[in-house]
């Protein structure tokens, strides 16, 4: 197993940057947020119901602990799948702050 953790130049609101982690096993991947916009939110009330539209709308995933993400097989799609992940987690992170 391999993980690697991506700096996309992104950031949630003015601070924290967005990074993507990309867990590695054999051919299959898994690329997250490590639950970073529900994290950052903190989390209000709800949360789950609004990020599930949001991921369901994108083609992503969204567990219970906050982790926005989308399994992966093989090389070619992982630039794709990472951008894809950071632009739906600082989604959700926005969505969560205008609901407080």
Do not use: C, F, K, Y
């Given at each position: 197993m391999t993980?690697?953790?991506i700096?996309?130049?992104r950031r949630y609101g003015s601070s924290?940057?967005?990074?993507?982690?990309?867990?590695?096993?054999?051919?299959k991947a898994t690329i997250d947020d490590d639950g970073a916009a529900v994290r950052l939110a903190?989390?209000?009330?709800?949360?789950?119901e609004r990020a599930e539209r949001?991921?369901?709308?994108?083609?992503?995933?969204?567990?219970r602990r906050g982790v926005v993400s989308v399994p992966a097989?093989?090389?070619?799609?992982?630039?794709?799948l990472v951008a894809l992940v950071a632009?739906?987690?600082l989604e959700v992170y926005?969505?969560?702050l205008d609901e407080r």
């Open positions: 993980v690697e953790r700096e996309t130049g924290e940057p967005v990074a993507i982690r990309v867990v590695r096993r054999g051919m903190e989390r209000p009330a709800g949360w789950l949001i991921v369901a709308a994108a083609g992503v995933n969204v567990n097989v093989g090389q070619a799609r992982t630039d794709r632009a739906t987690s926005d969505a969560l």
